[in-house]
């Protein structure tokens, strides 16, 4: 028998639950047939996102053929693709880790619907979360909208263990046809690639964990929200695209910490990400939380559309420091630390009054960890529209959460270059600078940097108002 081994967020050969399966499932006579398809709505739109996900793709590719069990690509409309493997591989089932949201989740309905017509077996698995969508649910089987209840049960729960991959029967068992196939279109999109990325791969993946465990782990709880320390583990893009499985990363927090030492860091890492399976959930019971918000009273708020305020926000030069750093840093690399998607969230839509769904689709193209669940999570949650989101009248001060966590200016002044001599007292909020100051470092306000684009103050009111009279 062949089965194919379907390919997609999870861009690894390690702990791989389909892969695991399909080699359990094998015997020496039978076949493995690695595969990978390359959608149309790629040839639509190549983000940052879409260049990461093939820089990390190319790396698959690398390592399954020096192992001897390459990949293949299929390419086109979904449907006819698999026609034609069908057509050319005597392919008797096909193994995949399933989606449970967005764009993934609708493409795994239609093709099921595929494969039961042409009578091609199914195994599909729960791979990208600890807990699935439906697995942490309420005494009464509803599902949890608040996330501390959520964490308490999601934390009781045994958690999966790590799939090991028989590599050996792998190499065995792999058909190698490449040229059936072809690469034409993998090549294209390849050769779209161009910007470079710290760390991509399983191997960069594995030693960035390795890494983060070995110290800032433990330091976790204290330094994760300061964006001038190297404190958060950058998991985030590997994750998204299954570089590294997320049972490997949970797994070995047990194995390399020293829970002796401390406990809070690693406990404080381990909510973060429970939060990335609840934001799945989430996404799950709430398919259309990419358009609309999710509490109803809030579906009419009257957003701000003012195209020229936008481009300032995504520029970096509203002249609040902190958050111009933040979108600089975000257009320059990539990423962007979490306590600056909180503030530059917040800035968007309650200093601003911008629609949050704007500032949602600037991440997806901008953002290398772009997630669906956790970005419309983290801007609903900013909105104050979202589950268990901030409240309306708790609005962040921008200049307060840069004296809070960056206090020295060292954050800023590494994305904004015109601050560089600014002293401490004034990086928080530039325009205090008296004008012989602003001569003697260098940086005339309204010239070489921007002054407050709004008035904090006038538009915390504002915002808390629009939200009390849609209440
Ligand atoms: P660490 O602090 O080391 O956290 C470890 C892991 O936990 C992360 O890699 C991530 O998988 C998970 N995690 C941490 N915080 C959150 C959170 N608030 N929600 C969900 N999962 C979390 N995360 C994305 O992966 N993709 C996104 O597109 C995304 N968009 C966001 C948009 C906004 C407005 C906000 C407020 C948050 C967003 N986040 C997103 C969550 C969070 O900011 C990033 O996961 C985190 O900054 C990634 O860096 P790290 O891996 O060093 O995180």
């Given at each position: 028998a062949t089965r194919a081994v379907w390919f997609r967020?999870?861009?690894?050969?390690?702990?791989h639950t389909a892969l695991a399966k399909a080699l359990e499932h094998t015997g020496e006579d039978d076949q493995i047939f690695l595969m990978f398809h390359i959608h149309p709505v790629l040839n639509e739109e190549f983000t940052v996102r879409h260049d990461y996900f093939f820089q990390t793709l190319e790396s698959l590719v690398n390592d399954s053929k020096k192992l001897g069990a390459p990949i293949h690509f299929l390419e086109g409309d979904l449907k006819e693709a698999f026609q034609h493997l069908i057509e050319t591989i005597n392919i008797d089932s096909i193994y995949f880790n399933i989606d449970e949201t967005g764009f993934g989740w609708k493409r795994d309905q239609e093709v099921l619907e595929f494969f039961k017509q042409q009578n091609i077996k199914t195994c599909t698995f729960m791979d990208h979360?600890?807990?699935?969508?439906?697995?942490?649910?309420?005494?009464?089987?509803g599902y949890y909208k608040v996330f501390t209840p959520y964490y308490k049960s999601w934390k009781s729960l045994q958690k999966p263990a790590v799939q090991k991959v028989d590599y050996d029967l792998l190499k065995k068992t792999?058909?190698?046809?490449t040229s059936v196939f072809g690469t034409e279109a993998y090549d294209s999109l390849i050769s779209k690639t161009k910007h470079s990325f710290e760390g991509v791969g399983e191997q960069d993946a594995e030693e960035r964990l390795a890494q983060f465990l070995d110290a800032a782990i433990y330091d976790y709880d204290k330094e994760?929200?300061?964006?001038?320390?190297?404190?958060?583990?950058?998991m985030s893009r590997f994750l998204r695209t299954g570089a590294i499985s997320i049972r490997t990363v949970y797994h070995q927090i047990h194995e390399e910490?020293?829970?002796?030492?401390?406990t809070e860091g690693a406990e404080t890492y381990i909510s973060e990400l429970a939060w990335r399976d609840f934001y799945n959930m989430i996404y799950h019971f709430y398919p259309n939380a990419s358009d609309e918000e999710?509490?109803?009273?809030?579906?009419g708020l009257p957003w701000n559309n003012d195209e020229d305020v936008f481009e300032q926000w995504k520029e970096g030069q509203t002249g609040f420091p902190l958050i111009d750093a933040a979108m600089r840093q975000l257009n320059e690399s990539g990423w962007m630390h979490n306590r600056l998607r909180m503030a530059v969230a917040s800035f968007l839509t309650?200093?601003?009054?911008?629609?949050?769904r704007k500032g949602e689709r600037y991440f997806a193209e901008r953002l290398?960890?772009?997630d669906p669940a956790s970005n419309i999570g983290g801007w609903q949650w900013a909105a104050s529209t979202?589950?268990?989101?901030?409240?309306?009248?708790?609005?962040?001060n921008p200049t307060r959460q840069s004296e809070r966590f960056d206090p020295h200016g060292r954050f800023i002044k590494e994305w904004i270059?015109?601050?560089?001599?600014?002293q401490k007292k004034y990086?928080?909020?530039?325009?205090?600078?008296?004008e012989e100051e602003q001569e003697k470092v260098g940086c005339i306000i309204g010239k070489d940097y921007p002054g407050p684009i709004v008035n904090h103050k006038t538009m915390r009111e504002r915002a808390i108002e629009m939200f009390k009279e849609e209440k």
């Open positions: 967020r999870d861009l690894r050969l390690n702990d979360h600890l807990h699935g969508a439906n697995e942490v649910t309420k005494k009464d089987g792999a058909v190698d046809q994760r929200d300061f964006p001038a320390i190297d404190g958060t583990s950058q910490v020293d829970f002796r030492k401390n999710m509490v109803e009273k809030y579906k309650k200093d601003l009054l911008m629609d949050w290398m960890d772009y979202g589950t268990d989101p901030v409240p309306y009248f708790r609005v962040f270059p015109e601050l560089e001599n600014v990086i928080h909020d530039p325009s205090k600078m008296p």
